[in-house]
């Protein structure tokens, strides 16, 4: 009987280290979830940058194929004005 007491004690003793290393011990559940939570983060951030990516190939893609996107990106981005033409600013009126 008092055999049967000691590997109790020790059968418990040994769940109660597993249990503790296994909630606050080094690489515990609560350090998995947050690194799920940070890799998730993460994926989001990837996922936005590919997208941005490939819009910045596409309007690579269109400034090697054609002179009208160059053209384009002159006027609203520069102010570019071709001879010739005349340009013509339309300033709102103020309500004060």
């Avoid at 979830?33 to 690579?60: F, G, P, T, Y």
């Avoid at 009208?68 to 570019?80: F, H, Q, V, Y």
């Amino acid at each position: 009987m008092r055999q049967d007491k000691w590997i109790t004690l020790i059968l418990i003793a040994l769940l109660g280290m597993l249990q503790y290393r296994l909630w606050f011990g080094k690489n515990a559940i609560p350090d998995y979830l947050k690194l799920k939570d940070e890799v998730k983060a993460q994926s989001a951030q990837n996922q936005n940058l590919a997208q941005r990516n490939s819009l910045l190939k596409a309007d690579i893609s269109d400034l090697k194929i054609g002179l009208e996107s160059i053209e384009e990106r002159a006027r609203n981005e520069l102010g570019l004005v071709k001879r010739g033409e005349t340009f013509y600013r339309i300033i709102p009126a103020n309500n004060d």
